[in-house]
């Protein structure tokens, strides 16, 4: 069961001045808990702790961050059906899926503890010309500072642990605004955090209200800006947030291709296909939207994703059955069933699916919805995938590049020479090649081009981010 209230935690302390945040069940639309709200001057607060652990954490031996990422492992471990529990509840996830978020939360924590003991440079041989003799150049990565994250709603825990997790690897202290639809995990997550002996400061969680948002983005003491979310807010944030680095993990309307030499793995490709499409109810930015299939296969596939889709389990996410939970609420389902009526309108097909009932959208499959439909053109976040055929390859790549997004896509194919092809003209930050875009592993590093973002996460990738070169030369003689 959840609390009845939870607090912020400012400087790595809990605070619980007012318990303003209601959070619902995102089934049942019942209010379940409440959390509380950090005003402007906890912010400030919080800011001014992470500057002032900025020394502190800098100069914490790598093996004592390692301990601190290792105690977070073992009681996520000891807490993982609580951790599930929330996530069901709070973001809708089915409980299957809620249990392999807390899997990968628990991944993520323990490869930023791995990395938390590699951190090192290089020896440089500047002896490149004369005037060069006797000089050796030495690098060493040092953290960035303080750090600003802000998060969204899709994966509560896996894309705060993300952020986190590499932060305390590297030695950054940060600032962290979690989703007010699914704070609950953040902050089971900081309860854990506050355990450890981390130096004071080195954390804060706060829920805010959009009007005290502002310093996470534009104050000039925060030194990296991490934020995933909507294409159109990262960009703009991009823009106020001044000379930090900056991270955006953006969205996508991820296409797959299937290859005319997969006759004999369609099963396999359409139980694939499906979840990618389907699982989280879609709202992934790597839920797979577009399928391009060959025309030669194209009806068999057609068929037995049909199949699936129609044979998935909706309604209750604390069912162990259920397969296909809530949209996070009813105006995103609503939103997402108008972009189906109005492809429909325009000549689309639906072949399965396509109504609602509150926030629970029905697992759908369109045919012949045009390419500059929001339904295909933009990022639908819902259950819905789009079928269409292609007879050339080169022109399937074609259409996989048409669109201002490039996170990742699929390819199902056993010839090589095209695999490769697809890594080198695809726009898109990663390739997955006899699997759908869908495929994540947390070490592995991800990110988009494009409309997609900017940078890349994966512990070791956002590690680098998150630190700095500093270079020491050295004449001898």
Known sequence: MLAERYPYYLANRPRQPNADLAVTDKYSGEVVTHVAIADASAVEEAIAAAVRAAGPMRRLAPYARQEVLEHCVRRFRERAEELAFALCIEA???????????????????????????????????????????????????????????????????????????????????????????????????????????????????????????????????????????????????????????????????????????????????????????????????????????????????????????????GNPRDEATTLGPMIDEAAARRLEGWIERAVGRGARVLTGGGRRGALLEATVLEGVPADEPLCAEEAFGPVVLLQSFRSFDDALREVNNGRYGLQAGLFTNDLSRAMQAWDELEVGGVVVGDVPSFRVDTMPYGGVKGSGLGREGVKYAIEDMTELRLLVLRQG
């Open 92 to 314: 809708g996830k089915p409980l299957r899926d809620a249990r392999g978020e807390v899997a990968r939360l628990i991944d993520t924590f323990k490869a930023a503890a791995e990395e938390a003991v590699r951190g090192g440079g290089e020896v440089l041989n500047l002896e490149v010309s004369p005037r060069a003799a006797g000089y050796r150049g030495f690098t060493q990565r040092v953290p960035v500072g303080p750090c600003s994250f802000i998060t969204p709603f899709n994966f509560p825990l896996n894309l705060v642990a993300h952020k986190v997790a590499p932060a305390i690897a590297a030695g950054c202290p940060f600032v962290l605004k979690p989703s007010d639809r699914t704070p609950v995990s953040a902050a089971i997550m900081a309860e854990v955090l506050a355990e450890t002996e981390l130096p004071e400061g080195a954390f804060s969680v706060l829920t805010t209200r959009l009007e005290d948002v502002g310093p996470f983005i534009e104050d000039d003491r925060l030194k990296l800006l991490s934020f995933t979310g909507s294409e159109k807010v990262g960009w703009e944030l991009k823009a106020r947030a001044g000379r930090k680095k900056v991270v955006l993990e953006l969205g996508g309307n991820a296409a797959c291709v299937v290859d005319r030499d997969q006759g004999e793995r369609l099963d396999f490709v359409a139980d694939r296909v499906a979840h990618g499409a389907f699982f989280q109810a879609g709202q992934s930015c790597i839920s797979v939207q577009r399928v391009l299939v060959h025309e030669e296969l194209y009806d068999a596939l057609r068929e037995r994703l049909v199949a699936r889709a129609r044979a998935l389990r909706a």
